[in-house]
């Protein structure tokens, strides 16, 4: 029965208030550990497909008659457009329309960074479409441009106004503590760099927008498009079966979808418009930069007794400001801490979610902050995480939690130090250090699921959600063939279609297992219920008696079992139709996830070279649906974080607000040769509070811990305190020169 | 527009194009092999790889009216063994750059059937993955045979 509660939903962190409607979720949860399908390894339904290259993406989408659309930036951080005149451009062969200033949402007058888009004209080929808009003649008032961001606090130009937490007395707390440490910690933008870039193709049929989008969220999309363009959503039908990459980044329809959807009801054709590489490095969102003024106070057995944390966010031109301060407040049980978080509006391109906004910026400098700590104390790093375990977030129980159980998942790990530390030879020196990680990822309702079985005995799971890359579809699969008790390749998943399927979440926050899955085990189980019934008629026996398993429909006194396909021949034509809903998260408790991570690094410490060697990962996220994919999740996880931490960084004139970084060697993301050694175990407990599944979310927690256990690491080698990412030779030289004066004044280093 | 023969997948192919166009463009958009992708258009990424008489070769900056060679795209290697070991090994994501990694794998297998690590890492450094599968490639490349 469906019902309506006043629940706290969250996504990447932010939280709101919301009425909702959410069904009863009755089903119990399998026990903990391997079933039959579910907690073992599946390759991916749709991996042949990707493999093989037939998978088609929105860069594939080639529709009869398709116009291509081009974008004019703002070469100026902050301007307005004075005059423009599209005459020129017109004339050029090819060219069928032009958008100037407000004739599409995302194309605006006053450019609030260097490349956000003005224009727009669609042509017959890319290549007109560009020279076209190089061929526009516009003027532009070129207005003041803020780029730094601690400029914009002390001027209060803010995104949001500053987020302030306290709780206990940490001024007192800091008074009382027999040792205070301080520090500054500055991370830097990077950029998601999908390697899909950004694109749509819109075509009007009738009154009709079909809009083909490479997108994380095809509910999002179409709301936005109906909304902007004032029609029904059901007039709107968003289609991404496959999409190459988004980490966040392509939560909304954006200027591009925009463009392409005004552009084809103008001209009366498909229209793409796709952003090229150089555009997607610079418009296209990245993770924010942020400074970080921390501080800790704690009692000489390591206990911590304050915390305290100034977080800048250089937002940039818009965007949110996300919870950096997260880690602090809710890692460790701390009676006193205080935080302001700063969202600095800067002339410099949108933030947009990068997996684990805030808490991955956050937790760089919590756990480096931990380290020094339990350095200046001459305290185990484990046993110092050990002392100050959190019991409950700030008062709310939690769902589940079991980071000891990670902790000691990753003692053998740790164990290895004295080895590695022996390694060091010359000027390489080597180390061990480890980071913590705490993470939303619960996922909630809405969702919904549909089950067709047909007298093949054949299921299909209907979602209007999207598998973005990590294997959801794969897991959907999973999980109704668990129910329904037939083997995998029994089951075929249809999605990333808004006009085919129901609601779904978005595929950001770690959401789409924990919010999908229940729903499609509950579409399983009805039509599982249905099949039972139909069942028990046919054979005269009781409901309570029928089983199915492993594709064989039963009794268990054998008064007949046969396979699924073949009982349900009977169907004929007719076939059996399941739903589900996603049900609502435990009222009273926080649903977060955790883990550890364990880092072997080697530094030269002539060079200032940085060498990840190994990387030990223990996470908590429930029940593990498909272990082989989970497994996949966390080293790209921990590849991607790698990338942050020491190679990766957008790069933009301080002056001019221009960025410098705009293509794939000037913006180094890690290849297969800068890859270590990882291990990934987990503890694979479901959550007994959280839905009929007990699993929470892995996208995201992987890459939160890395670069803070990679600079502890670095500390273990050399005893040099890195304070900003990405740890270039520059930055690992400076800490090293540091780390010679502090060991002059007495404390101890390897150099 | 002048013409241009070529031959892809074993098949000759004789198309109008215009001089400039890159073999990239000219495979995905003219002949429809699609299963090579664009994701940097400029030579950076890989993900755009075919084989030029078996050479791994970046067809968004090679003009297409330079080929005078057998080009192999993804669609010639359906077949090959490596796609299953990609499958098997889950070395694949979103999708999007592995097209791209399997041509170069088969054309680094073709050179040396059993790659050590070392060769792999080496071989496969000009194909990126913003995903992180790098270890299920290895995987993947190394018991491509099984």
Redesign the interface.
């Known amino acids: 029965m469906a019902r309506l509660i006043r629940t706290e939903k969250e996504v990447e962190g932010r939280f709101e208030e919301v009425w909702l409607v959410v069904e009863e979720d009755p089903l119990t949860q399998w026990p903990s550990g391997p079933q039959a399908v579910v907690g073992r390894d599946a ?2 339904k ?12 929105t ?2 989408v ?1 529709l009869p008659g398709m116009l291509h659309a081009a974008m004019l930036r703002s070469p100026h951080a902050h301007a307005r457009v004075a005059r423009i005149d599209f005459a020129r451009a017109l004339e050029l062969p090819g060219v069928r329309a032009v958008l100037g200033p407000g004739e599409a949402k995302g194309l605006v007058e006053e450019a609030e960074f260097a490349g956000q888009p003005v224009a727009a004209v669609a042509a017959d080929s890319l290549g007109a479409a560009r020279r076209a808009v190089e061929a526009v003649d516009i003027e532009w008032e070129v207005l003041e441009a803020v780029i730094d961001p601690e400029e914009a606090v002390r001027r209060e130009l803010f995104t949001m106004e500053p987020a302030r937490y306290e709780r206990g007395d940490p001024d007192r707390a800091f008074a009382d503590a027999d040792v205070v440490l301080e520090g500054t910690y500055r991370t830097s933008v990077v950029l ?6 950004h694109q749509a193709v819109c075509e009007w049929v009738g009154d009709t927008l079909n809009a083909y989008v490479s997108t994380q969220y095809i509910w999002g999309v179409r709301d936005n498009l109906a909304e902007e363009l004032g029609i029904p959503g059901d007039k709107v039908r968003v289609v991404c079966e ?4 988004g ?1 966040g980044s392509k939560n909304g329809a954006d200027e591009q979808t925009y463009v392409a959807a005004v552009l084809a009801k103008r001209t009366g054709r498909p229209v793409k418009c796709a952003l ?2 150089r555009e997607e490095n610079i418009a296209a969102g990245n993770r924010n930069a942020t400074i970080q003024k921390l501080k800790i106070g704690a009692r000489s057995d390591g206990t911590i007794v304050a915390l305290e944390g100034e977080y800048i966010n250089a937002v940039g031109a818009s965007g949110w400001s996300a919870m950096t301060e997260g880690p602090m407040r809710m890692l460790y049980a701390c009676e006193n801490v205080r935080t302001v978080r700063y969202g600095a509006k800067i002339n410099t391109p949108p933030m947009k979610a990068f997996r684990a906004p805030g808490f991955v910026e956050g937790t760089f400098g919590l756990e480096c902050l931990i380290d020094e700590l339990g350095e200046k104390l001459e305290l185990d790093s484990l046993e110092l995480r050990k002392r100050n375990y959190a019991d409950s977030n700030d008062g709310t129980p939690y769902s589940s939690k079991n980071l000891m159980e990670c902790y000691e998942l990753a003692q053998k790990h740790w164990d290895r130090r004295d080895d590695v530390r022996a390694r060091s030879t010359g000027t390489w020196k080597h180390g061990v250090g480890m980071a913590s990680q705490i993470w939303f990822g619960g996922g909630g309702p809405p969702s919904y699921a549909w089950t067709r079985v047909g007298s093949d005995g054949r299921i299909t799971v209907v979602t209007a959600m999207q598998d ?4 959801t579809r794969t897991a959907m699969a999973q999980i109704a063939a668990e129910e329904l008790g037939v083997p995998l390749d029994h089951v075929d998943v249809v999605l990333g279609d808004s006009a085919r399927g129901p609601y779904a979440t978005l595929s950001a926050g770690s959401s789409t297992t924990p919010s999908v899955g229940p729903a499609v085990r509950a579409a399983a189980a009805d039509a599982k219920q249905q099949i039972i019934e139909i069942a028990a008629q046919r054979h005269d026996v009781a409901e309570d008696d029928v089983t199915i398993e492993d594709g064989v429909i039963k009794t268990a006194d054998g008064t007949f079992a046969e396979p699924l396909s073949e009982f349900l021949g009977l169907l004929e034509d007719a076939q059996i139709l399941g739903k589900g809903a996603r049900g609502p998260n435990p009222a009273g408790m926080s649903v977060l996830t955790f883990g550890i991570q364990v880092v072997e690094v080697a530094v030269d410490v002539e060079t200032g070279e940085v060498r990840v060697e190994r990387v030990a990962a223990a996470h908590d996220v429930g029940r593990i649906v498909n272990t ?2 989970a ?2 999740q966390v ?6 974080g790698i990338g942050h931490t020491l190679s990766e960084q957008r790069l933009h004139d301080p002056e001019t607000g221009r960025i410098l970084t705009t ?3 000037a913006y180094r ?5 800068d ?1 270590p050694e ?1 291990v990934s175990e987990f503890v694979d407990q479901p959550d007994e509070h959280l839905t009929n599944l007990g699993s929470k979310g892995l996208g995201e927690p992987p890459i939160i811990p890395i670069a803070a256990a990679i600079a502890n690491a670095i500390r273990d080698a050399t005893g040099a305190d890195v304070h900003e990412l990405p740890i270039t030779r520059e930055e690992m030289l400076r800490a090293l020169e540091a780390a010679k004066k502090k060991e002059r004044r007495g404390a101890p280093a390897a150099v | 527009m002048p013409e241009l023969r070529l031959t892809i997948n074993g098949e000759a192919h004789t198309v109008d194009a215009p001089i400039g166009i890159s073999l990239a463009q000219l495979l995905r958009e003219t002949l429809g092999f699609t299963g090579t992708k664009i994701a940097c258009n400029e030579g950076h990424c890989g993900a755009c790889t075919v084989q030029v008489d078996g050479v791994p070769t970046l067809s968004c900056i090679t003009l297409a009216h330079t080929v005078d060679a057998d080009v192999t795209t993804i669609e010639g290697l359906r077949d090959h063994p490596l796609i299953n070991a990609f499958v098997r090994a889950d070395a694949v994501q979103c999708g999007f750059c592995t097209p791209g990694q399997v041509v170069s794998a088969a054309a680094l297998v073709a050179d040396n059937p059993s790659p050590t690590v070392e060769e792999i890492r080496h071989r496969m450094a000009g194909n990126i993955c913003r995903c992180g599968t790098y270890p299920r490639i290895e995987e993947a490349i190394l018991h491509w045979r099984d």
């Open positions: 390759v991916r749709d991996g042949p497909e990707r493999v093989r290259g037939e998978a088609r993406y860069a594939d080639q998601h760099n999908s390697m899909e870039t496959f999409m190459g990459g980490f090229s590489r973005i890359g990590t294997g082989l994919g497994r996949s080293e790209g996880g921990i590849i991607q293509t794939l060697d993301m890690p290849t297969i040769a890859v990882i």
